[in-house]
């Protein structure tokens, strides 16, 4: 089966920089699109980054300019390089890989476990 690893979280303080990395493991033969969505305390899950096979990006209004997403579609690796990171950017981001191909089967999607990251002021 798949599995999503998230790792790179941490503390900072604002202004301050994390890279996030997702590596999705299995007998994968495609993944349509990675990305990275995150829940903050009492707030709902929101998308954050996404990238699709072909390196095209959307991003969160909340985050362009400084969030960077990339992927490694060779090594199934998604990664969130996140630069000016400010308080309302604590949360539990989790990775997503969308239209996972595993073997011969379209399975759907799946989700990491989460990393916390925590920005204080």
């Known amino acids: 089966q798949v599995q999503l690893v998230e790792s790179g979280g941490g503390s900072v303080q604002a202004g301050g920089s994390l890279r996030l990395s997702c590596a999705a493991s299995?007998?994968?033969?495609?993944?349509?699109?990675m990305g990275w969505y995150r829940q903050a305390p009492g707030k709902q899950r929101e998308l954050v980054a996404t990238i699709k096979s072909g390196g095209s990006t959307n991003y969160a209004d909340s985050v362009k300019g400084r969030f960077t997403i990339s992927r490694d579609n060779a090594k199934n690796t998604v990664y969130l390089q996140m630069n000016s990171l400010k308080p309302e950017d604590t949360a539990v981001y989790y990775c997503?890989?969308?239209?996972?191909?595993?073997?011969?089967?379209?399975?759907?999607?799946?989700w990491g476990q989460g990393t916390q990251v925590t920005v204080s002021a």
């Open positions: 299995g007998s994968i033969f495609s993944i349509n699109a």
């Open positions: 997503n890989a969308d239209r996972v191909v595993l073997d011969t089967r379209y399975v759907g999607y799946f």
